[in-house]
């Protein structure tokens, strides 16, 4: 669907939950309380991309919080595999349970996965994640290799002063396992999303390129990252018709958000 800057709005990220099992610095900010965990209602979810699919959104991101943790998750991927208008189905994860789940969720039908990985070091990882669980993420890349569950693309916030020494050591490690790289520059939603972009990143995309919208474990629909505008889905029967409003009001350029911190809307 092309919105009003002539975009074509092809991709719905989902944050199934906001619910996560690692708490990094730059998703969780301290000064800020963690409101109650919601998790969206499956029926939903597979609605609206039935909805979505035929608009011409056939690209779907699962995302969260962290999105195995959602119980339901093995039946989501296999109901949004049926809907055939749909090309691509993937995950961003923070890998931590991805062994456990990569063989099943390939045959239910997911497609790839990205992994977040800001470290190589053990001692790093558990200053970021608060966590000593980078064994755990390694072995989930093999085995989601050993699934096919490829390209898989592995995630890094570039964080100065705590991991921009590793870039080159990250993206050789990457190289070598036959994974792809991409770097993420820090995203603070209550600044300016120009402050956000960097020309030596991956991400976040330059706004005339963007081509998603979001659906919220708490049941509303973002048009931009940085925009305090949504479609709060409780008011709608039509999931069309809350669609295309989202897609309507989709601003030109993402500007800042001071209501929500990154874990509660998938990144």
Known sequence: ????????????????????????????EEEKSAPTIHKIDKNKIIEIVKTAAKMGLNHIKLTGGEPLLYKEIHEVVYNIRQVKEIDDISMTTNGVLLAEYAEILKKNGLDRVNVSLDTLDRDVYRQITGFDLIDKVFE????????????????????????????????????????????????????????????????????????????????????????????????????????????????????????????????
């Not at 906001?18 to 610095?25: A, E, G, P, R």
Request: hydrophobic share 30%; net charge positive.
């Open 1 to 28: 669907m092309i919105d009003c800057f002539n975009r074509n709005i092809n991709v719905l990220r989902i944050s199934l939950t906001d619910s996560c099992n690692l708490k990094c610095f730059y998703c969780y």
């Open 140 to 267: 989930g890349i093999d085995r989601a290799k050993k699934n096919n569950l490829t390209p898989i693309k592995i995630n890094t916030v570039f964080l100065k002063g705590v991991n921009d020494n590793e870039i080159p050591e990250i993206k050789s490690f990457c190289k070598k396992n036959n994974l792809e790289f991409q770097l993420i520059n820090r995203m603070i939603l209550d600044q300016n999303k120009k402050d956000s972009e960097s020309k030596n990143s991956d991400k976040p995309p330059d706004c005339s390129k963007c081509n998603r919208i979001r659906l919220t474990s708490d049941g509303k629909l973002l048009p931009c990252l940085f925009s305090e505008k949504f479609i709060d889905l409780t008011g709608y029967t039509d999931y069309s018709a809350a669609l295309k409003d989202c897609i309507n009001i989709k601003p030109e350029r993402g500007e800042k958000k001071s209501a929500k911190q990154m874990f509660q809307i998938g990144g």
